[in-house]
């Protein structure tokens, strides 16, 4: 498997325009996580799902902020309108099973800048 | 709610020395414990781990204990090299076992 793949890897938007990141877990995995980190918090979960199903979404910043994930192969992560203040990378992650008990594997990530 | 606390960065250390990257956790119950490292331009990926108190995670020359008494899973290694340089995150992933908590980071530099 090729791992967790996140697209785009850069994306320079600005300031009120619409972003999307993709993310397709590793085949076979039932939980998929977004992440978001800054130099100043660190890694934050924002959403997690498990077999498609949002599970806890508490970590969304705010209303801007969707995640969906149609299937099992394929979730994105929504800003609309972005803010200069969502400037991060995002991260994407994928387990087998729950997280205690395995690893889970993150994708390379998209450095989201807007201006 | 669940909660990790590491020591602040960045640590500068030469080849060869001794490293500690301290790490308390805040849980209810006995969650499971991680380390997870982080390569420039790269996504974590899992270093270690340990399930229960007193277990001893290891890879790579790195280790860390499960402290229950404590509340700690300190990261040790004897003799750092450069190519350890990366930032180092532990985590915990509570006993629902549904998601992992992670600390804020510790980036290392390994001076040759």
């Known amino acids: ?115 | 709610g669940d909660s990790v606390t590491q020591m602040e960065g960045p640590v500068t250390l030469s080849e060869e020395a001794f490293l500690t990257i301290n790490c308390t956790y805040t849980a209810t119950g006995y969650p499971s414990l991680f380390w997870y490292v982080q390569y420039p331009g790269e996504g974590l990926q899992l270093l270690l781990k340990a399930t229960k108190a007193d277990d001893k995670g290891s890879n790579k020359g790195f280790e860390a204990t499960y402290r229950k008494e404590t509340t700690s899973f300190h990261l040790e290694k004897g003799s750092v090299q450069v190519s350890d340089s990366a930032v180092y995150f532990c985590a915990l992933s509570d006993r629902r076992g549904d998601k992992i908590i992670f600390g804020k980071g510790t980036r290392l530099h390994i001076l040759p």
């Not at chain 1, 978001?36 to 997690?48: D, S, V």
């Not at chain 1, 149609?70 to 800003?79: C, Q």
């Open chain 1, 1 to 115: 498997d090729a791992g967790v793949i996140q697209s785009p890897r850069h994306e320079v938007t600005e300031m009120g325009q619409e972003v999307t990141l993709r993310c397709k877990p590793i085949s076979g995995h039932d939980y998929l996580f977004w992440y978001r980190q800054t130099m100043m918090r660190g890694l934050e979960l924002l959403i997690y799902f498990n077999n498609n199903v949002p599970i806890d979404d508490s970590g969304m910043p705010e209303d801007r902020f969707s995640a969906k994930m149609p299937n099992a192969s394929f979730s994105t992560l929504k800003i609309q309108p972005s803010e200069p203040r969502d400037s991060a990378v995002y991260f994407c992650a994928s387990t087998y099973g729950q997280t205690m008990n395995t690893e889970a594997f993150f994708g390379q990530g998209t450095r989201l800048t807007v201006v």
